[in-house]
């Protein structure tokens, strides 16, 4: 690839970026409109904790579980983005997409369950729902 494509694939993968973790807000809105006033801000800590779980993992074990060098094409290990050594600007923004799908794919089960699952047994759902996303990414080949 020339230097013109991956700057363009940057900005356009920053761009799919900005478009996803608006659909993170926008979830955050419809669920808060839709259940009592009394919990929205329970439902606005659930879609922030999303976020926050999300980047956790993928930074801690995702990103080099899954596009790391391959342990005999099962999972990746080591060189990922836990060291944050010698990445490019580029691998940064594929980063920050996944952080973002990750969290609000997990978003979307908290609409369902607003007003219905206390806040702890939510966050074992958000970081099960991290796992398998992380898992099968891999298991599709994708890293």
Sequence with gaps: ????????????SKGCDHQVLLMQVGFLFLEAGMVRSKNSINVAQ????DLVIAALALYTIG???MFG???GGLLGFGG????FS???AAT???FVFQVVFVGTAATIVSGAVAERMKFAGYLIHVACA??????GIRALGVG
Excluded: W
Excluded at 1 to 12: A, G, L, M, P, S
Excluded at 46 to 49: A, F, L, V
Excluded at 130 to 135: M, Q, T, V
């Design 80 to 83: 990922g983005l836990s060291m």
């Design 86 to 88: 010698d990445v490019d």
């Design 46 to 49: 659930k879609n922030i904790s």
């Design 130 to 135: 991290c796992a398998d996303y992380l898992s």
């Design 63 to 65: 990103f080099a579980f």
């Design 69 to 71: 060098p391959s342990l």
């Design 92 to 94: 940064y923004a594929f």
């Design 1 to 12: 690839r020339t230097e013109h494509e991956r700057k363009t694939n940057c900005v356009q």
